[in-house]
T-cell receptor, first 113, second 113 residues
């Protein structure tokens, strides 16, 4: 499978715990994006990378959120001290610079209890 | 933040009928895209229309764009039960540089067999 893959698909965690999600983009895509989607809403942009550089972060990304893409390949999104309001689907997408179409992974559904 | 509104929020039709979904946006754009999302899954790109295009076709899909009204429509002809999904429009951020997508709230389509 050469698409975007995300791991895990589902995560249930207790409030206050830290969680980390992983995204493996399509290998030749230099741009990687994280989005968050709550029930009944469209995805909202969180941050994006071009190669290993994090170029933009949304105001939605509080200090408890951090994302990395250390070698310009896979990326991780960590949420520290999770809150119930963090419960959502976290989507990763990649695309090639200059091309409009983005390719999405299946998402990681986070439930904070 | 969400780009605009999609209308209707929910649509239920019989197999074989046509489905039309509308999307409005707020800012200047370079392109507008439509994505499909099956329940609990990632998004799949359907079609991209550039700001200098007025209409585009792909199989049973027809997309129109009216930049003067900041609106777009997606028509699915001869719908099938397998078309049941949520449909989102997404615009770029107007810069043409980031590849970041700004999504609408989506239309949930149910096609009854």
């Amino acid at each position: 499978d050469t698409g975007v893959s995300q791991d895990p698909r589902h995560k249930i965690t207790k409030r206050g715990q830290n969680v980390t999600f992983r995204c493996d983009p399509i290998s030749e895509h230099n741009r990687l994006y994280w989005y968050r989607q709550t029930l009944g809403q469209g995805p909202e942009f969180l941050t994006y990378f071009q190669n290993e550089a994090q170029l933009e972060k949304s105001r939605l990304l509080s200090d408890r959120f951090s994302a990395e893409r250390p070698k310009g390949s896979f990326s991780t999104l960590e949420i520290q001290r999770t809150e119930q309001g963090d419960s959502a689907m976290y989507l990763c997408a990649s695309h090639e610079t200059g091309k409009g179409e983005a390719f999405f992974g299946q998402g990681t559904r986070l439930t904070v209890v | 933040s969400q780009q605009g509104e999609e209308d209707p929020q929910a649509l239920s039709i019989q197999e074989g009928e046509n489905a039309t979904m509308n999307c409005s946006y707020k800012t200047s754009i370079n392109n507008l895209q439509w994505y499909r999302q099956n329940s609990g899954r990632g998004l799949v790109h359907l079609i991209l229309i550039r700001s200098n295009e007025r209409e585009k076709h792909s199989g049973r899909l027809r997309v129109t764009l009216d930049t003067s009204k900041k609106s777009s429509s997606l028509l699915i002809t001869a719908s099938r039960a397998a078309d049941t999904a949520s449909y989102f429009c997404a615009t770029d951020d107007g810069s043409g540089n980031t590849g970041k997508l700004i999504f609408g709230q989506g239309t949930t389509l149910q096609v009854k067999p």
